[in-house]
C-alpha cells in the first residue's frame, strides 16, 4: 500500500513518538521499542485511517476484526523475550502488524489467519514493507503450524478459554508462549513458558482481544473454516 500524500514524510516523527509513549507506559526491552519504530504501522491500517496509524488505539480493518494497540503489541513482545534466532509463530495474522513487529525480533515467522481475505491483505502489506519472508498461511490457528514446530515463542492474538493444548505441544524447550485467556469479553495476557519441570505461568495484565475460533478456542457461527 503506498502511503497517502505527506504519510511517509511524518512517519518517521510520529513512530518516535509513539515509542517515546511506549516507553513512558512500562516497555523496557530495547530490541522491542526499536522494533516497534522500525515498522511502519501506518501501511498495516486501512488508508482512511493512515494518519492515525500511530495513535495507541485498536482500529478496525474488516471482517470484524481489529489491529491491536500498539501498546499491546509491545507488551506480548516484551514477554517473549526474543533476542532474534527464534522460530516464532503468530496466531491471528489480521493486518500483518505484529508478525512484522515479531519479523524485527526474530529469525523466522510463521503466521496463521482464518479469514482468507485478511491473509491475502496482511500479505500484500507485508511484502512491500520489507517482511516477504513472513509466512502467512490461512488455517485454525488454535491448531498451530505442527509441520513447523517446534516454536521458541507463539503469540496469541486472540482471546481462548483456556490456552490451546496443540499450541502448548508445539512448543521449543524453554520456549514461551503469550495468550489472552479469559472469557469472550474479559481476559487477562498469560505467559507460559517450557521448562524441564513443566509449564511456568505468569500473569500479565487485563485485556480484551476477539474471539480465537477454531477447534481448541471458541466455537462461532462466523467462523469461516467451519
Known amino acids: 500500500m503506498t502511503a497517502p500524500t505527506g504519510i511517509g514524510m511524518t512517519s518517521d516523527r510520529t513512530r518516535g513518538r509513539m515509542?517515546?509513549?511506549?516507553?513512558?507506559?512500562?516497555i523496557r526491552d530495547e530490541r522491542v521499542l526499536a522494533a516497534m519504530e522500525r515498522v511502519p504501522r501506518e501501511r498495516f491500517v486501512p488508508e482512511a485511517l493512515a494518519r492515525q496509524a500511530y495513535e495507541?488505539?485498536?482500529?478496525?480493518?474488516?471482517?470484524?476484526?481489529?489491529?491491536?494497540?500498539?501498546?499491546?503489541?509491545?507488551?506480548?513482545?516484551?514477554?517473549?523475550?526474543?533476542?532474534?534466532?527464534?522460530?516464532?509463530?503468530d496466531v491471528g495474522t489480521g493486518s500483518g502488524y505484529a508478525a512484522a513487529v515479531l519479523a524485527e525480533l526474530a529469525a523466522e515467522v510463521?503466521?496463521?489467519?482464518?479469514?482468507?481475505?485478511?491473509?491475502?491483505?496482511?500479505?500484500?502489506?507485508?511484502?512491500p514493507a520489507g517482511y516477504?519472508?513472513?509466512?502467512?498461511?490461512?488455517?485454525?490457528?488454535?491448531?498451530?503450524?505442527?509441520?513447523?514446530?517446534?516454536?521458541?515463542?507463539i503469540a496469541v492474538a486472540a482471546a481462548a478459554p483456556e490456552v490451546p493444548p496443540a499450541l502448548l505441544e508445539q512448543l521449543a524447550p524453554h520456549g514461551r508462549i503469550v495468550v489472552p485467556r479469559g472469557s469472550r469479553w474479559s481476559q487477562r495476557l498469560v505467559l507460559l513458558t517450557s521448562t524441564p519441570?513443566?509449564?511456568?505461568?505468569?500473569?500479565?495484565?487485563?485485556?480484551?482481544?476477539?474471539?480465537?475460533?477454531?477447534?481448541?478456542?471458541?466455537?462461532?457461527?462466523?467462523d469461516p473454516l467451519s
Not at 515509542?19 to 512500562?26: C, E, H, I, P, T
Not at 516484551?78 to 527464534?86: C, N, P, S, V
Not at 491473509?119 to 507485508?126: G, S
Not at 519472508?133 to 509441520?147: F, N, Q, W
Open 132 to 153: 516477504e519472508r513472513v509466512e502467512v498461511r490461512v488455517g485454525d490457528g488454535s491448531l498451530g503450524a505442527p509441520d513447523r514446530a517446534p516454536f521458541d515463542a
Open 19 to 26: 515509542v517515546d509513549v511506549l516507553r513512558k507506559s512500562g
Open 197 to 222: 519441570d513443566g509449564l511456568e505461568e505468569r500473569g500479565s495484565l487485563a485485556c480484551r482481544f476477539v474471539p480465537l475460533l477454531g477447534a481448541e478456542g471458541f466455537a462461532g457461527d462466523d
Open 110 to 127: 510463521v503466521s496463521i489467519e482464518r479469514v482468507p481475505a485478511l491473509a491475502a491483505r496482511a500479505r500484500a502489506a507485508l511484502v
Open 56 to 89: 495507541d488505539g485498536a482500529f478496525p480493518i474488516g471482517e470484524g476484526q481489529t489491529i491491536s494497540q500498539p501498546y499491546i503489541v509491545a507488551a506480548m513482545c516484551e514477554l517473549l523475550a526474543l533476542r532474534g534466532d527464534e522460530r516464532a509463530l
